[in-house]
Nanobody, 112 residues
Framework: VQLQASGGGLVQSGGSLRLSCTAS????????LAWYRQAPGQQRELVAG???????MYVDSVKGRFTISRDNAKNTVYLQMNSLKPEDTAVYYC???????YSRGTQVTVSS
């Protein structure tokens, strides 16, 4: 299983970014996926998740600002991040939920 995350970058406060994570070597349509993030000196936290059926969940700090979605035809899960804040600065990872399969991280930096 390989997960390739991309889309991070430097953005000003209030800006937007869209992260993508493409999976290979797995039956993508039947798995749940999640985005995590880890800020310097902090533990990795779950940000958003999506089930195979498309149900979603979000940590309270991103509700109303972030949207997780999936495209099974492209084996890709997305994280649309709007109204970004400096506290969203972190390395973001995607994960096949319930496994130890993580992508490499993609850095998101939000300047104030």
């Amino acid at each position: 299983v390989q997960l390739q995350a991309s889309g991070g970058g430097l953005v000003q406060s209030g800006g937007s970014l869209r992260l993508s994570c493409t999976a290979s070597g797995i039956s993508f349509s039947i798995i749940a996926l999640a985005w995590y993030r880890q800020a310097p000196g902090q533990q990795r936290e779950l940000v958003a998740g999506i089930t195979a059926a498309g149900s979603t969940m979000y940590v309270d700090s991103v509700k109303g600002r972030f949207t997780i979605s999936r495209d099974n035809a492209k084996n890709t899960v997305y994280l649309q991040m709007n109204s970004l804040k400096p506290e969203d600065t972190a390395v973001y990872y995607c994960r096949v939920y319930g496994t130890d399969w993580y992508s490499r991280g993609t850095q998101v930096t939000v300047s104030s």
